[in-house]
C-alpha cells in the first residue's frame, strides 16, 4: 500500500488554484492546479466536533490522511496501527481511526491515517473514494459517481 509520495511545490499555493465543477454535481467544486486536484470536505468525529479540509485527491494513496492538528481537533483516538510503504520504498506505521467525511458530493464513515509532523497534506484516498462511490477521472480531474456493481 502506498501512503503517500512527494509533492510539487505549487501544490499549496491557493493564488493558482481555479474553481471547476464536477460533472453531475454542478457548482460542486473540484480545484485544480498544474495537475493536482483538491476537493473541500469536513470531517467529523465520534463526539461531534467538525473541521473543514482541503483534501488532495490521491488516486495513487490507498487511504486518506489527516494532518495531526486536524484529527486531534476533532478527538480521533487510534483505533489500530498499520504499516504503509512510500513512494520511495521505505516503511513506515501510522495510527489508523475513522471519522465521518462530507464532500459536495455524497458522505460518509471512512478510516483515515492520523497523520505525524512531517507527514503530507490532507490526503484523499482510493478506499475513501470507493466507499463514497466516487471515481477520480484523472484526464477530466474530476469526482464523479462510479458505475456500481452487484458481484
Not at 507527514?119 to 474530476?142: A, H, M, S
Request: charged residues 15%; negative net charge; contains cysteine.
Amino acid at each position: 500500500m502506498r501512503l503517500a509520495h512527494p509533492r510539487a511545490s505549487a501544490q499549496s499555493s491557493d493564488d493558482v488554484l481555479t474553481p471547476g465543477a464536477s460533472p453531475g454535481f454542478p457548482g460542486n467544486p473540484i480545484f485544480r492546479s498544474v495537475g493536482i486536484s483538491y476537493v473541500q470536505g469536513t470531517v467529523r468525529g465520534p463526539a461531534g466536533a467538525e473541521a473543514t479540509v482541503r483534501f488532495l485527491i490521491d488516486s495513487g494513496a490507498a487511504y486518506s490522511l489527516l494532518p495531526e492538528p486536524v484529527w486531534q481537533a476533532i478527538g480521533l483516538a487510534p483505533k489500530r496501527e498499520m504499516e504503509f510503504s512510500l513512494a520511495d520504498g521505505t516503511t513506515i506505521r501510522r495510527p489508523v481511526s475513522e471519522c465521518h467525511l462530507s464532500l459536495p458530493q455524497g458522505d460518509g464513515h471512512t478510516p483515515v491515517v492520523l497523520g505525524q509532523p512531517g507527514d503530507p497534506e490532507p490526503l484523499l484516498g482510493v478506499v475513501t473514494l470507493e466507499i463514497l462511490g466516487l471515481v477520480f477521472d484523472p484526464f477530466r480531474r474530476t469526482l464523479h459517481p462510479m458505475r456500481a456493481l452487484m458481484v
